[in-house]
């Protein structure tokens, strides 16, 4: 099920863009922390009163943050900004259409499928290195946040403890896009579509959610989007493991790389 | 025991029919040479035998186990050199080996280092680096390296100079003498001629000719040139097997299938001047098939 050479070669196929996607996120938790913190809770409550910035952060949030504003909720945005979906999707996009359309597309597959390794195992190989990655991806944005608390206070401490669970429910995201992704990487032929129709999906996700508090059919299409199921300030606020919501992404996630592997498994490897 | 064997294969894309019907059975320890103009089939029957492609009908064997099912177990033993060969760019050779040798589970470092060493190949430096012909003898090397009981060789020779095609054929004449199988894909009748003892000829997706080369040569023709002395042309009749071409009192042409024999034992009793009796050439013989013409009588 698991060939070693080929995690090993995978994980270091990764490792570069690993290491900057890990810079990127602390260094961007870090200094929202620090652009936080130079406003105090009266200023921000002021800021957060102005309708279209109230819009947008509760299209990244999921909830009117301006209700309940304290230093802890205040870093959700830090938890769904569009940034970090940024560092942590273009590592997930690149590891998860790698091996399989990319190696296809590269012509390289002609080899790597002639080795005594079953599909399965180069699957799962490639599967294990974007899965483990995604934990160091996912949680991060928390000791970020600590860190950028540590340099730059804030003017009440964040409760850090209460970060992990929209972190966890972070990682279910994550597990959610890598399936889709290596579905369609195991469908194409083409990198360049393996990694255009994940994106697709997500950018029209965050798209739906943004429209939808304006437009009612937005609202409507919303529950069948990604982003529906990751609303980290309502799970800060409630203090619930969001259990529903991480079901239902890694039922997408599982039954995505699931699908992704009958696939290939039957699927003919066409020459470049 | 046959290396390969295959029973009315097929394979389709939609209506479109690559591979029809091949049957096909290759003993262990020969050197088959599979030819055919492009797109005739070859390189699908090759992917079918490695198992990337299913089949869509009919059964394939490899070393006695199915090509589908059995595709990892069976590649343990399988060399495979694809047509166009591509490698990750970022690697250097040795690191490209040290990859392919850790997936097969090592203890092939030996063998690598003797095969660089034959096809004078520099693995210190990346893969980016190498023009096509380096890039090919990498490729060799990793189809060569485990020493596989089947070589499957698509179009191994391009790019190749002169003097590394000899290296690469007598290094498989030594593979094929140590009773392991090699499966050559050409178009070049001349190679196929030059190394193999079995040919498969496919055209249109089917398999046209399935002979040794030794009785393809014995159908091939030979080109005849006789010149009689003083214009006295034999009354007998030639024998059946030369077809004359041109004949008059003093010269005659033609080709010849099969035995000289007969045209020896009526050339005795002929008052000839001169005479030329060409080796046997495939070219004709391949030609008719490549072409779609009738193949030359047996």
Redesign the interface.
Same mark, same amino acid.
């Given at each position: 099920m698991l060939? +070693?050479? /080929?995690l090993?070669?995978t994980a270091r196929d990764a490792a570069g863009l690993f290491v900057l996607a890990v810079i990127a996120i602390l260094v961007f938790e870090t200094m929202f922390v620090r652009a936080m913190g130079e406003f105090s809770g009266e200023m921000s409550q002021v800021w957060l009163q102005n309708r279209l910035v109230r819009r947008m952060v509760e299209m990244l949030v999921g909830y009117d943050l301006a209700s309940d504003l304290t230093p802890t909720t205040l870093m959700t945005i830090g938890l769904a900004h569009p940034l970090l979906y940024t560092f942590q999707w273009s590592f997930l996009l690149t590891v998860c259409t790698r091996v399989i359309a990319g190696e296809i597309d590269?012509?390289?597959a002609?080899?790597l499928? @002639?080795?005594? +390794? @079953?599909r399965t195992?180069v699957y799962v190989s490639t599967s294990v290195v974007w899965l483990t990655a995604g934990l160091v991806l996912a949680f991060l944005p928390v000791p970020g946040i600590a860190l950028g608390q540590r340099l730059a206070p804030l003017w009440m401490p964040i409760d850090l403890a209460r970060l992990w669970m929209p972190a966890v429910n972070l990682y279910a995201l994550y597990v959610a896009i890598g399936g889709i992704t290596m579905l369609v990487s195991a469908v194409v032929v083409r990198r360049g579509v393996a990694v255009a129709i994940p994106l697709g999906i997500v950018l029209a996700s965050e798209f739906v959610v943004f429209l939808a508090h304006m437009s009612p059919v937005a609202w409507q299409l919303m529950r069948i989007t990604l982003l529906y199921y990751y609303k980290p300030l309502v799970v800060l606020r409630s203090g619930a493991w969001p259990v529903s919501d991480m079901l239902t992404l890694l039922g997408i996630g599982v039954a995505c790389w699931a699908a992704g592997l009958l696939w290939l498994r039957?699927r003919? /490897?066409p020459?470049? | 025991m046959q290396a390969i064997e295959t029973h009315r294969l097929s394979k389709s894309y939609g209506s479109r029919r690559v591979l029809e019907g091949v049957s096909v059975d290759i003993p262990t320890g020969t050197c088959c040479g599979l030819l055919g103009p492009n797109g005739a089939g070859k390189t699908t029957l090759i992917r079918v035998l490695l198992g990337f492609l299913r089949a869509s009908h009919g059964e394939a064997r490899v070393l006695g186990q199915d090509c589908w099912r059995d595709g990892p177990r069976l590649r343990q033993d399988v060399g495979y050199l694809p047509g166009e060969v591509r490698f990750y760019e970022r690697l250097t050779g040795a690191r490209t080996l040290a990859f392919f040798n850790a997936v097969r589970g090592g203890g092939h470092t030996a063998e690598i280092r003797r095969l660089a060493e034959l096809f004078d190949l520099d693995l210190s430096r990346r893969v980016r680096a190498y023009s096509q012909g380096m890039r090919q003898k990498l490729g060799l090397i990793q189809a060569l390296m485990h020493r596989p009981r089947l070589l499957v060789l698509d179009e191994p020779t391009t790019a190749l100079d002169p003097l590394v095609r000899r290296t690469l054929f007598a290094e498989l004449r030594q593979v094929s003498r140590q009773g392991r199988t090699v499966l050559f894909s050409s178009h070049t009748l001349a190679e196929v001629e030059e190394l193999c003892d079995e040919v498969a000829i496919l055209r249109g997706g089917r398999l046209v000719e399935m002979s040794r080369v030794d009785d393809l040569r014995r159908r091939a023709v030979r080109h005849v040139e006789i010149t009689f002395r003083d214009g006295r042309a034999p009354i007998a009749p030639p024998p059946d097997a030369l077809r004359v071409v041109s004949r008059d009192a003093r010269h005659l042409s033609g080709t010849l299938v099969g035995a000289v024999d007969p045209l020896l034992a009526w050339l005795a009793a002929a008052p000839v001047e001169d005479v030329s009796i060409s080796p046997p050439h495939l070219d004709d013989l391949f030609m008719a098939y490549y072409g779609g013409a009738e193949p030359l009588p047996c």
């Open positions: 060939n +070693v050479a /080929i090993r070669k590269r012509g390289t002609d080899l499928f @002639s080795l005594p +390794v @079953s195992c039957r003919d /490897i020459a470049a | -």
